[in-house]
């Protein structure tokens, strides 16, 4: 899962943003008016060029676009002035910095065991276990093949 960090903010490949770890609500056509803003790494981009990667070309006013960076303005609030309007030109988004971010989606679970009998039965569906200490048991959706047994 890709991330972008701007600021306070986290912005995630499947649409969720936060800021200060809290959820932020963002409408349909502001997200991927972001998504561009943040990919083009603080340069100036045409009100052609937006509307190009937002709306694919469509034939739009300069007014949908103006409420758009409008709303995505209020969204951020305090930090309304990331993205500078150059009149005549376009629009750039120039947060203090944005770091992009690769993360690994999988979940580990670690369960201390210890207490519990141990038995040679296997979990049902895709749920798999393997143990890599006495006492713990690494749980997880990943098919494990063998299992140490021959």
């Not at 676009?65 to 376009?90: E, M, Q, W």
Request: charged fraction near 25%; charge should be positive.
């Amino acid at each position: 899962m890709l991330t972008y960090e701007f600021g306070d903010y986290v912005l995630t490949d499947d649409g969720q943003l936060s800021y200060k770890n809290e959820s932020v609500e963002i409408p349909p056509k502001e997200l991927p008016l972001l998504y561009v803003l943040l990919n083009a790494n603080g340069a100036l981009l045409s009100k052609d060029e937006i509307i190009e990667k937002v709306w694919y070309g469509a034939s739009i006013s300069d007014e949908s676009l103006t409420r758009c960076i409008y709303g995505l303005r209020r969204i951020l609030g305090i930090n309304k002035h990331y993205i500078r309007t150059f009149y005549g030109r376009g629009y750039r988004f120039s947060p203090p910095q944005i770091k992009k971010k690769e993360i690994d989606k999988r979940m580990t679970t670690s369960l201390d065991v210890s207490n519990l009998f141990y038995s040679n039965t296997f979990a049902p569906g895709n749920l798999t276990y393997s143990v890599t200490a006495p006492s713990t048991m690494i749980l997880s959706t990943k098919k494990i093949s063998n299992l140490g047994r021959n």
